[in-house]
């Protein structure tokens, strides 16, 4: 079973930065796709950011320009800063590492989600 442990999250206020942190084992995090996804409170997980292995990043509209996706390869962690949070950012957020290859083939991993709360 495949462990992805994060940290980081928890009470910021509005227009605050948090960050948030996740490590793989070396032979995931080499590999696979690094992302972040975030559950808000009724809603669809959803795609926040995401990092290739060779450093390409995606980011959601509203993450863009706000959130920045990091790989530290030396740590085998993926870090999210997270800057200008909005009590819409609330949510559950979850690591998640991902491969697909060959015809369809796909692995998907998830951590199991750290809280981040905007309020003031």
């Known amino acids: 079973q495949v462990q992805l442990a994060e940290s980081g999250g928890g009470l910021a206020q509005p227009g605050g930065s948090l960050g948030l942190s996740c490590a793989a084992p070396?032979?995931?995090?080499?590999?696979?796709?690094m992302g972040w996804y975030r559950q808000r409170p009724g809603k669809q997980r959803e795609l926040v950011a995401s990092?290739?292995?060779?450093?390409?990043?995606t980011y959601a509209d509203s993450a863009k320009d706000r959130f920045t996706i990091s790989r530290d390869n030396a740590k085998n962690t993926v870090n999210m800063e997270m800057n200008s949070l909005q009590p819409d950012d609330t949510a559950v957020y979850y690591c998640?590492?991902?491969?697909?290859w060959g015809l369809g083939s796909r692995a998907n991993y998830w951590g199991q989600g750290t809280q981040v709360t905007v309020s003031s």
């Open positions: 070396r032979s995931i995090f080499s590999i696979y796709t």
């Open positions: 998640n590492a991902v491969r697909v």
């Open positions: 990092i290739t292995s060779g450093g390409i990043t």
